[in-house]
C-alpha cells in the first residue's frame, strides 16, 4: 500500500474557516467527512487572579498559583502559563515559586494559542537574611560599680525578638511594625557573660552575640600590717 503526502482540504463557513488534515494511504481510499464540529475561537484568555501562599514575612518559597479563564472551555481551556520578569518561559503547571523579591508577570495560553494580557504581582514578603546582633561593653576598664553592655539589633526586614541570656522579649511578632533597628542597654553589678540572639518576622534567627566581662572589682584591698 503506498503512502501519500498529507492532503489538506479547507472547509468554509461564513467568515470563518476550519483546516481539515488527512494523511491518504491509498489512491482510491475514500473520505466521508460529515458532521465536522469547529469553533473559531480568537479570543484572548482571561487572568482572574494571582495570589502567594502567604502575605505575611517568610523564609520559605513563596508560591503564586494563578486563576485564568478561557470563553471556550473556562479553566480547562488554557494549555500553558508564563511566569516572568526577564524572559518569557511557558508551563503547563498554573504555579511557579520564588525565592526573590520581584515584580512577577504573568500570561496564559488557551488550546487555540490566544495569548492572555500580561498580569502581574509583586513580591515583598521573602526574606532568608539572618539579622545581626552586636554587643558594646563600656567601662572595659577596672571598676567598682557596674558595666553597661550596649545591644544593637539590626534586620533588613523586621525584627520580631530577642533573647538575652535565655530571656526572651517580643517586640512585633508578625513585623507588622516594620522594626529594622533597636538598641537597647542592660546594666550590669557583677561580672558575668552577655549572650543575644535576635529572631525576624520570617522565622531568621541570627548568630548568637556573646561578650563576657570580668573588670567589676568591688572587693576593697587588704592592707598587711
Keep these: ?13 461564513s467568515t470563518t474557516s476550519c483546516l481539515v488534515t488527512c494523511d491518504i494511504l491509498s489512491s ?4 466521508l467527512l460529515q458532521g465536522i464540529s469547529y469553533t473559531n475561537d480568537v479570543t484572548k484568555p482571561t487572568i482572574e487572579s494571582i495570589k502567594p501562599n502567604t502575605t505575611a514575612w517568610t523564609n520559605k518559597p513563596v508560591k503564586l498559583t494563578v486563576t485564568a479563564t478561557d470563553n471556550v472551555y473556562k479553566e ?23 525565592t526573590e523579591n520581584k515584580k512577577v508577570y504573568v500570561r496564559a495560553k488557551d488550546l487555540a494559542g490566544n495569548i492572555s494580557d500580561r498580569e502581574s504581582y509583586t513580591i515583598t514578603n521573602y526574606d532568608a537574611e539572618k539579622p545581626k546582633a552586636t554587643i558594646t561593653l563600656s567601662p572595659t576598664s577596672w ?28 517586640l512585633d511578632a508578625d513585623g507588622s511594625d516594620g522594626i529594622t533597628s533597636k538598641t537597647i542597654t542592660k546594666t550590669y553589678s557583677s561580672n558575668t557573660t552577655v ?10 534567627v541570627s548568630t548568637t552575640a556573646s561578650k563576657s566581662f570580668t573588670n567589676i572589682d568591688k572587693t576593697a584591698p587588704v592592707v598587711s600590717t
Design 1 to 13: 500500500m503506498a503512502t501519500y503526502p498529507f492532503v489538506r482540504y479547507l472547509f468554509a463557513a
Design 76 to 98: 480547562g481551556g488554557i494549555s500553558k502559563y508564563s511566569f516572568f520578569y526577564s524572559e518569557d518561559t511557558w508551563q503547563t503547571k498554573n504555579y511557579k515559586e520564588f
Design 195 to 204: 549572650s543575644v540572639s535576635v529572631t525576624d518576622a520570617a522565622g531568621n
Design 143 to 170: 571598676t567598682n560599680g557596674s558595666v553597661t553592655a550596649t545591644i544593637k539589633m539590626t534586620d533588613n526586614a523586621a525584627i520580631a525578638k530577642y533573647t538575652i541570656n535565655g530571656t526572651t522579649t517580643t
Design 28 to 31: 482510491s481510499a475514500t473520505i
